[in-house]
């Protein structure tokens, strides 16, 4: 039931307006259509949050130069599509219209198809490694069970990893996590506060985002050249470290989270030296690594760590390469930060589950890091599955074929990602617009695809993405439909 009174913010009638912009598309005809297409974009653009209240109709009806018939007209469209809630004597606000999501009808009677999450299933041997586990517990069970650290074992291994990637790196410099992102948590909280800026790359990791906003840190974009004949603008962050003097940084230089773009070692050697000039700390999201379809992984450019010694806390997680429902990460840092962020650590938890730790330590025990070979061997032809369905289904689409990683990252012929996102749940498909993993919203023109599910299931995706596309492209009140 919707609370009697919203929880956020109101927004005025001529701040709304200023918004919204040009909102009409269709002429006369077409305008409530068109202006529910305009808030719904201002929704998931993340520029009206959950809860603000709007304007009443006759403050918005003037702001807009419209007639309060076109605004209730408007207002109906947006509250069947669960973009507003409505009640007598409240208002109207915004409401999450994924509320309705579970009664939507798939067409042709299929599945709701995930292509929001670049996360691939299990691997072979995992049953297997849960059957190891059981009996390796027996070790842990006399003792009390916290590892603020994580098992000696297992670190072990993760900085044995890491010394064969170039960086030589010993089990205190290791500190288990629940994951890479509760890493990047756990180092925020620790060396930014309230008002501080955050470096980030733009496109970049939407959760990082709302991590530091979380923070009430402020991030502050450096661009990428999506098309990767650039890639990484070296002096762009030079000259953002200098103007923003930000306290941290958060990059993702292996197959970077949207683009799939990766940065060499002499653009890592460069972004070091940067670093060390400005003495920013900067965590590296190194969640990607092992996931090159080109390569060895131990061939690929040393850790940034190598060019910028302390100054870099490298954080990674078996959750793309392995499994997302291990739930483990890890932190690489100097010792002494690790003893600083093991202290921090007690104010949010106590340390990872030890059996998922265990049945993580069996499966680099059974063949180490040699089983991901046949997991990139299988993404590489579901990449190239991708590649070829979205060439055959959507050709004006453009993309620079990714090394390694997990999804494409696609330009569209036109700045429609969020309504091709809302356009596609009623088609059965769930994607991520272009907007989410832009620091300010935006980037319209791109959407970001994964190819971890199977090559038939992407075939499908495609060609319901392709409906879904035909149904928007140069024509605003296709969002009329219900949504999903």
Request: hydrophobic share 45%; with cysteine; aromatic share 4%.
């Amino acid at each position: 039931m919707e609370p009697l009174i919203p929880l956020g913010g109101r927004i005025s009638g001529p701040r709304l307006a200023i918004m919204l912009g040009s909102w009409r598309q269709g002429g006369s005809r077409q305008g409530a259509a068109d202006l529910a297409a305009a808030i719904e974009l201002q929704v998931l653009d993340g520029q009206l949050p959950l809860g603000t209240r709007l304007p009443a109709e006759r403050e918005l009806a003037d702001a807009l130069g419209a007639s309060r018939t076109l605004i209730g007209a408007a207002l109906d469209r947006l509250r069947e599509n669960g973009f507003v809630a409505s009640r007598r004597g409240a208002g109207s606000w915004i409401t999450a219209p994924g509320r309705r999501r579970r009664d939507t009808v798939v067409p042709d009677g299929g599945d709701l198809i995930d292509f929001a999450h670049a996360s691939p299933a299990a691997p072979p041997g995992m049953v297997a490694a849960v059957d190891a586990a059981r009996c390796a517990l027996v070790d842990h069970l006399g003792q009390h069970g916290y590892q603020e650290r994580g098992l000696l074992g297992l670190r072990e291994k993760i900085a044995r990893r890491y010394t064969e990637r170039g960086l030589p790196t010993t089990a205190a410099q290791i500190m288990v996590t629940n994951g890479a992102h509760h890493a990047f948590v756990l180092t925020l909280r620790m060396l930014t506060g309230p008002g501080d800026r955050v470096l980030v790359e733009q496109p970049t990791y939407p959760n990082a985002l709302e991590a530091i906003r979380a923070a009430h840190a402020i991030p502050v974009p450096v661009a990428l050249d999506p098309t990767g004949a650039r890639g990484w603008d070296i002096a762009g962050v030079d000259a953002a470290l200098r103007q923003a003097s930000p306290r941290l940084a958060y990059l993702v230089v292996d197959f970077q989270n949207p683009t799939g773009l990766r940065l060499d070692a002499e653009g890592r050697e460069r972004l070091g030296a940067v670093l060390a000039r400005a003495r920013t700390p900067v965590v590296v999201d190194e969640t990607l690594v092992e996931l090159d379809l080109e390569g060895d992984p131990l061939n690929g450019p040393p850790p940034l760590a190598a060019f910028a010694g302390d100054l870099v806390i490298c954080v990674g997680s078996a959750s793309k390469s392995h499994w997302g429902g291990l739930r483990l990460g890890w932190i690489r840092a100097s010792e002494d930060l690790l003893g600083r962020l093991v202290s921090a650590r007690y104010a949010v938890d106590l340390g990872s589950p030890v059996f998922e730790q265990v049945v993580f330590s069996e499966l680099l025990e059974a063949d180490g890091w040699a089983a991901l070979a046949r997991r990139r061997e299988e993404l590489r032809g579901h990449r190239d599955a991708l590649a070829d369905a979205v060439a055959q289904h959507l050709p004006d689409w453009t993309f620079t074929l990714p090394k390694g990683g997990l999804s494409l990252w696609c330009r569209l012929p036109e700045p429609v990602s969020s309504r091709l996102a809302v356009a596609a749940a009623s088609h059965g498909i769930q994607v991520a617009p272009g907007s989410r993993f832009g620091v300010h919203g935006g980037l319209e023109r791109w959407i970001r695809l994964p190819f971890a599910l199977p090559p038939e299931k992407i075939q499908e995706a495609i060609r319901r993405l392709s409906a879904a596309e035909a149904s928007v492209r140069g024509t605003p009140a296709s969002l009329d439909a219900p949504i999903a």
